[in-house]
């Protein structure tokens, strides 16, 4: 079975800067799929950005980048030029590709301070 | 468009009452989903559907059933209510498995006294 770890319960970031938040996950699969939702406090869950294993490209949504290193399974996502809309809770959540779960991490509350 | 359409949105029940948390959507996915959200463990999946007809078991599936009769509906049931079933219920859908994401709709708070 996959885990997902997010090892910062809260972080904080000053408006206009740049902030990152980790992920690592446990698999023996070597194709699979990566996701980082965000869920403000509406509690609608939308997907930010999504990572394919088999690609090296790291990738990226305007201000929404990824660092995907998968010898190290990680998967960290940088949010740049901070904007208060994005104070949310973020989750990362891992897909494999014969399955049909999201397996999720425990989620990183982000706050971002005026 | 609506998307995924979650009712009620807020639910208070007695222990050992029954109820079912219905969704809705609108996209023709044949993948649909249900999640309960704890505080600090993220989203768990309770049961799954790859199309209409068949449903499958997800990691919490105890004390709660579905059914999935169409490709737009797939309702959640909680048989008898327990104070361990409090939580944020979320049903999700997706055109390819999952591959590409799912779709949320807005989540059910459900509270059991």
């Known amino acids: 079975a996959q885990t997902v770890t997010q090892s910062q319960p809260e972080m904080s970031v000053q408006e206009a800067e740049t902030v990152t938040l980790s992920c690592t996950y446990d698999t023996s699969e070597s194709n699979y799929y990566l996701f980082w939702y965000k869920q403000p406090p509406s509690r609608q869950m939308i997907l930010v950005i999504r990572q394919e294993a088999y690609k090296q490209q790291n990738a990226t949504e305007n201000r929404f980048s990824v660092n995907f290193q998968k010898a190290a399974k990680s998967f960290s996502l940088k949010i740049s030029d901070s904007q208060l809309g994005d104070t949310a809770m973020y989750f990362c959540a891992f897909h494999n590709n014969a399955g049909n779960m999201l397996t999720f991490g425990g989620g990183t509350r982000l706050m971002v301070k005026p | 468009n609506a998307g995924v359409t979650q009712t009620p949105k807020f639910q208070v029940l007695k222990t050992g009452q029954s109820m079912t948390l219905q969704c809705a959507q609108d996209m023709n996915h044949e993948y649909m989903s249900w999640y309960r959200q704890d505080p600090g463990m993220g989203l768990r999946l309770i049961h799954y559907s790859v199309g209409a007809g068949i449903t499958d078991q997800g990691e919490v599936p105890n004390g709660y059933n579905v059914s999935r009769s169409t490709t737009e509906d797939f309702p959640l049931r909680l048989l008898s209510a327990a104070p361990s079933q409090t939580s944020v219920y979320f049903c999700?859908?997706?055109?390819?498995?999952?591959?590409?994401?799912?779709?949320f709709g807005s989540g059910t708070r459900l509270t059991v006294v």
């Open positions: 999700a859908s997706s055109l390819t498995g999952g591959r590409d994401g799912y779709t």
